[in-house]
């Protein structure tokens, strides 16, 4: 019991709740903002309404959880100083630059740029308006930049020396620290599998108003745009999640061992689809293998050797004294799957559906529809998926939406505990980094408080999502039809209400 | 000047940026319950913050990063010494943030009326909270030879710093208050001029007494000058408001603010958080701070980007230059 409540535990585990859950908003904003700004774009170039109520529709959605992702974000700037004091004091100097480059950078640029999205539509000439979105959009991936390279960096430890007397690391090379490898491929990998989030969602709401025969036309246009960055997006996760995992083959040899749950170095290496191992033994009792993968995963050769945990450990041990290197590999083991399947799944769900709901070129004339109608869902060239599989297929789509988020947390949940005991691999263990002067009580009370405070903002944000995804693109109003020409607004009528308010 | 110095002062800035800012915020949402009569009303005061609160409030998660960046001691013993009151005020900024975005979102009376109260609430307490903390950072808390904070909150809930708290949550009020003058229109306007005298008289008769208390204990030649600035700005933003000089009394009473943070960084240099049990185990620029390759960067990015923000953010408060009245509130909810 008492263990089980170490302020180092409380504190971990606050640190994995918060962050866990600011993540659920973060993938969202990044992509939903660029997604946004992209139908707003299309609207302001073809002046087709349907891309406009489009616009409005996601752009309601992507705000009601960017409020979200912004307000989580203030923790996550706090907490190090808060529970992790050591560590703050230990690699501030380092660790607190790119944290300051992200709120002088882009957290200003976000958070200007949203209000005046978000109020500018009668102050804004339209493309001025356009152009705040699109700012906001790159807030969000320089804002994302700037954190992963900061994490990197206790993924693989660049461009600092230690200062004994200080005790503390200190910088010496913060390009490196911004362009390392493992920042650069971290970055590729959360932005892409930030958009297949996107995309997923974005395909999950569409299938669920076409399946419901509403909204047709605005739907068709983001069940293919949801699609096809579904696609793209996940290829792109899948290639940068290949080139992440042979970075951290090399650097973290310890985490690809235990993502694999191969207790001992073999040559080749098998890629395990399933193990059940005893810890403590430090072996597996079942496990089923495909031959040479992970060889071929770690380092592109399907004979290659992979060192495995034993391995891994003792050489630590060698390293830096005595003790025990493992993370959870239980954790290490399913988190590294459930990433990779949740991720993948819906990847293939929207292969298919880009597939099922191709037009008109690859299609039969009798299979093709018009621009309001709900498009056949086609599996061979000749027919259409009969009225019993066509609601499935478009209840998996819906479903989907939830993958990516699922595969996100774990993504963070595996790479994070990977690492383990280390907090800056191979400098810093977590158990030196809490704050020394606050006590249990106190890191007790603050898990609880924000562990409840989140469940309640989670029903209340579900709740709204769901009522504002139900009632569909708004209907347009003439100050949406005719925009102001001039910064400021017009000054035609001084009473006019304004276009949008609190 | 060392860069240690030059991060010093950037610091002090970003802090009065977000007290200039966010104070008017906080004003305005304390005001919701001191000033305005009803839904539609109140509806006008959240809205003249409306596109600009969320940038306001950067100015203290930057305040915060540079901090950590700049001065990693500093950052480290000031968030996990003052813990409680930093969780309740990051309780309070969470819904606050919330109560903004989600009010208007549903039109049902129950929910407006609940998160109109949240955001009176978590307007009110961190505006309170700020002074206290800021109170004990000038007069100093029990630091250890390791720069761990060994008090306890009660510690930080003294007289001295519970004054600032109140400076903070007057002087915030006021602020708002002027700054309802400048960007409202109709009765509201009248009552916010009317309001800004008796909140501000109070405001200037705590502020003295804290600011006085501050010299006595702490202040050297240099702050007294900031102190007179601050007394001097807060009377001529009273005046000003009598004469309905609106515009003017929001540039004094925002720059009673500037006057009142410096004075309080000017007491501090060289320290940034003084031990009360043993001066050798105070804080200070020297050694709280980063190395100089660190600040070297850092100078570069804040020289770029501040003045660019300041741009920008600027530029907002232009478009959104009209006041609001509640002839500009539509009916229906969004």
Known sequence: ?502 | MHLHDVWFVLIAVLWTGYFFLEGFDFGIGILTKLLARDRPERRVLINTIGPVWDGNEVWLLTAGGATFAAFPDWYATLFSGFYLPLLVILVCLIVRGVAFEYRAKRPEENWQRNWEHAIFWTSLIPAFLWGVAFGNIVRGVKIDQHFEYVGSVWDLLNPYALLGGLVTLTLFTFHGAVFTALKTVGHIRVRARKLALRVGLVAAVVALAFLLWTQAHSGNGRSLVALIAAVAALVAALAANQAGREGWSFALSGLTIVAAVAMLFLSLFPNVMPSTLNADWSLTVTNASSTPYTLKIMTWCAAIATPLVMLYQGWTYWVFRKRIGTQHIADIAH
């Open chain 1, 1 to 502: 019991m008492e263990l089980a409540l170490a302020p180092e535990t409380l504190a971990r585990w606050q640190f994995g709740i918060t962050t866990v859950y600011h993540f659920l908003f973060v993938p969202l904003t990044i992509s939903l903002a660029a997604l946004t700004a992209g139908l707003q774009t299309a609207w302001v170039r073809t002046e087709k309404e349907k891309y406009l109520r489009a616009t409005k529709f996601w752009g309601k959605l992507f705000l009601i959880n960017i409020a979200m992702g912004v307000v989580t974000g203030i923790v996550q700037e706090f907490q190090f100083g808060m529970n992790w004091s050591d560590y703050s004091r230990f690699v501030g100097d380092i660790f607190g630059a790119p944290l300051a480059f992200e709120a002088l950078i882009a957290f200003f640029f976000e958070s200007t740029f949203i209000g005046l999205w978000i109020f500018g539509w009668d102050k804004l000439p339209k493309k001025i308006h356009l152009a705040c979105i699109w700012m906001v959009s790159i807030g969000t991936i320089l804002s994302a930049y700037f954190i992963l390279a900061a994490n990197s960096w206790m993924q693989h430890p660049v461009g600092y020396k230690i200062d004994k007397a200080r005790g503390r690391a200190e910088l010496t090379d913060f390009w490196a620290v911004l362009t390392q490898n493992t920042a650069l491929s971290q970055a590729f990998h959360t932005l892409t599998a930030a958009f297949l989030t996107g995309g997923a969602f974005m395909v999950g709401i569409s299938a669920y108003h076409l399946a419901r025969k509403k909204h047709i036309r605005e739907m068709k246009t983001t069940l293919r745009l949801g699609l096809i960055t579904v696609v793209i997006a996940g290829m792109l996760t899948a290639i940068s999640g290949d080139t992440l995992g042979k970075v951290m083959y090399k650097q973290q040899p310890m985490k690809m061992a235990s993502a694999e749950a191969l207790w001992d170095g073999q040559k080749p290496a098998p890629f395990s689809i399933f193990a059940y191992g005893n810890v403590e033994k430090g072996h597996n009792t079942v496990a089923i293998e495909i031959p040479g993968l992970l060889s071929f995963l770690a380092d592109d050769n399907f004979t290659s050797y992979v060192p495995g945990i034993n391995d891994v450990n003792k050489a630590e041990q060698q390293k830096f004294g005595p003790g025990d290197y493992r993370p959870n590999i239980p954790v290490a083991f399913w988190g590294f799957r459930w990433m990779i399947g949740f991720g993948m799944a819906s990847f293939a769900i929207g292969l298919a559906g880009l597939w099922l709901t191709r037009k008109k070129f690859m299609l039969p004339r009798h299979l093709r529809v018009g621009e309001d109608e709900v498009p056949h869902l086609v599996l061979f060239k000749n027919q259409a998926l009969g009225s019993k599989l066509s609601p499935w297929y478009w209840r998996i789509a819906t479903w989907t939406m939830a993958f990516p988020l699922i595969a996100n947390s774990w993504g963070w949940i595996f790479t994070e505990t990977g690492r383990q005991p280390w907090v800056v691999y191979g400098v810093l263990q977590t158990r030196d980094a809490v704050s020394p002067g606050v006590s249990q009580a106190e890191v007790l009370t603050s898990m609880i408080v924000f562990t409840s405070l989140y469940a309640i903002l989670a029903v209340v944000e579900v709740k709204l999502l769901a009522k504002y995804i139900k009632a569909g693109p708004p209907e347009l109003t003439e100050a949406d039809l005719n925009p102001p020409t001039k910064i400021g607004g017009d000054t035609r009528d001084a009473d006019k209400p304004m276009a949008f308010s609190y």
